[in-house]
């Protein structure tokens, strides 16, 4: 019986290399794969942009809205129309939810891929 385990020895110890070759190489898929998922594409400037058409663009994603008065509220643009943007998961208040008449946001925010 002991003859027997020495003789595979090389053996398992070559299936154990090639399936950690296998399993790093999974690894590194699943890490590159995550990473585009998870990054957001560079913002750009249009010519004809306006703050409504930039909410309306950042549907989804989680912005903070500079407000003319001074304050910042952030949160994910849910809905947006020609007066209001709905944002759920406000920041620091993340169970609820607000809304921001357009005329008093002076600037969006997006977090950009990379940052």
Known sequence: MRIYLLANCSATRQNESIMKHYLLLIGFIV???CS????Q??????PNATILSILQ???GKTVEL????????GGK???VNDNLV???HLTGAEFFDGFVNVKDISAVVIRSAGK
Do not use: D, M
């Open 31 to 33: 890490a590159v794969t």
């Open 36 to 39: 585009s998922l998870l990054a």
């Open 41 to 46: 594409e560079k913002a750009s400037l249009q």
């Open 57 to 59: 663009g950042s549907t």
């Open 66 to 73: 500079r407000l003319n008065c001074g304050e910042k509220i």
């Open 77 to 79: 643009v849910e809905q």
């Open 86 to 88: 709905l944002l759920s």
